[in-house]
Each structure stands twice: as structure tokens, then as C-alpha cells.
């Protein structure tokens, strides 16, 4: 059984170190090759902006190592703001055998803001594809989409980004950007906001993967007539590299 570590970091120490200032739970879940899950969880270490927060880790599989990821993002707490965005800055993944590998990653953050609501998505993927070995030809393929957000863990066919991507290089290519806007009706409590990537990456590649996901609360009438009387609604915000 193959063992799994996960990469340490100035950020998780701190996050553990400063619960208070510690923003929604992150989970990142990645299937490598047809194993079982790897999961890693963290709360995210406060930025200078108000209800912001910053996440940044990453795992490695064990010995023989074959594979990395690792991620530098921002999320938005939910009771602070009606929206949750990631910024996915330096979502890096790695293929480090002369075999290509499939993977299948989900991210979700916490985001609790209440039930039966309509949410209003945006997102936008881009990103770069990497030989890392002279004479390897790099390549990033999907079947069908390679990244969809998600609510409540559920993915959502019409923000589907990169259908049937087909990507190969000898060097560096860069890819998007992207864009994809949709709504999601979410029956009972919203818990988590997020998305899936799936895709296959060629022997000695990497791919680093750049954009935002964004789900704003699309208030009821009620619901705007509460908010205004709480100090009005928090402007619509978005973050690009």
C-alpha cells in the first residue's frame, strides 16, 4: 500500500497555532492512478482583507515517489461575505514517472450561508503545461470536462471547462484563459462550494493551474430586505492573477 505524507508548511503551523484567526475548513481529496483518496485539510491563516483567508499546502506521494501537488490559494468566509472564491495561484501538479497518471481532484471549501438558495458562478481557468525531462514531450488530456465546480460537492455540467482538452508540448505551453458563468439552485443547507479537476498527465509534465471560482448568494426578495436592515449586501468581488 502506497504511503502518503503531507508537505509541512509556515501556514498550517500558524493556522493551528492561531485558531482564532483561522478561516473555513479547506478540503483537498486527490485520486492518483485509481488509489484510494488522499485527503488534506486545513483552516486558512487570516490576510490583511477582512474575511479573507489565505490556504497554502500540498501532498507527495511515498515511496517510490511518482507524483506532487501543491496549491497556494485564497477563500473567502461565507459569514463575512455572501460569496466564497478561490484564487488558485500556483495549483501545481506534478507527474515525476516516465508513465502517464490520472488524477482526479476535488477541492471544497466550508461555506455555509443558509438554505434553498440560488447561486450565481463564475470561473475562469488557465493555466501552463511543463516538460520537466530534454526530449519528453509534455501532455495534459481530459475526457470530457477537465474542471466543473461544484456545490455541495456536486458537480455542475454547465461550468464545465476544457472538454476533451489536448495539450502537448516539448517545452512550456500556456492554456486559457477560460471563462464560464452558470447558476445553481442548492435544495436544503449550502455546506461547501468548490471543484473538480480530471485529466491525464503525461510522463515527467506539470501543469500549474491559475483563476478564480466564484458563487455569489442570489438573495430572495425577504432575504434582501434582511440584509439591507444588517447594513446592505457586501459588493461582488473577483480576484485574477
Not at 483537498?28 to 492512478?33: F, P, R
Not at 459569514?79 to 507527474?95: A, C, E, L
Not at 464560464?180 to 462550494?193: K, P
Amino acid at each position: 500500500m502506497n504511503k502518503f505524507a503531507v508537505l509541512a508548511s509556515a501556514t498550517a503551523a500558524i493556522a493551528t497555532a492561531a485558531t482564532t484567526m483561522a478561516g473555513p475548513l479547506l478540503t483537498i481529496s486527490a485520486n492518483v492512478g485509481g488509489y484510494a483518496p488522499v485527503t488534506s485539510t486545513s483552516n486558512g491563516v487570516a490576510t490583511s482583507t477582512a474575511g479573507s483567508y489565505s490556504y497554502v499546502g500540498g501532498v507527495v506521494s511515498g515511496f517510490p515517489m511518482d507524483w506532487m501537488i501543491s496549491w497556494d490559494m485564497l477563500g473567502e468566509d461565507t459569514s463575512v461575505y455572501p460569496t466564497s472564491t478561490f484564487v488558485t495561484n500556483g495549483f501545481r501538479v506534478q507527474n515525476l514517472t516516465s508513465s502517464a497518471k490520472t488524477f482526479d481532484i476535488t477541492v471544497a471549501l466550508a461555506s455555509p450561508a443558509g438554505s434553498n438558495l440560488q447561486l450565481l458562478c463564475t470561473a475562469l481557468l488557465g493555466g501552463t503545461l511543463t516538460s520537466d525531462a530534454p526530449g519528453t514531450t509534455a501532455s495534459l488530456t481530459s475526457s470530457g470536462a477537465l474542471w466543473s465546480g461544484q456545490i455541495n460537492g456536486i458537480s455542475r455540467s454547465t461550468s464545465d471547462l476544457m472538454n476533451n482538452a489536448n495539450l502537448s508540448t516539448g517545452a512550456t505551453t500556456s492554456f486559457g484563459p477560460l471563462t464560464s458563468n452558470w447558476t445553481g439552485t442548492v435544495t436544503g443547507a449550502l455546506s461547501t462550494v468548490g471543484y473538480r479537476m480530471q485529466f491525464t498527465l503525461g510522463a515527467k509534465s506539470t501543469a500549474v493551474f491559475t483563476g478564480y471560482w466564484e458563487g455569489v448568494v442570489v438573495p430572495t426578495p425577504g432575504a434582501l430586505a434582511t440584509l439591507a436592515v444588517a447594513g446592505g449586501l457586501a459588493n461582488r468581488r473577483r480576484r485574477t492573477n
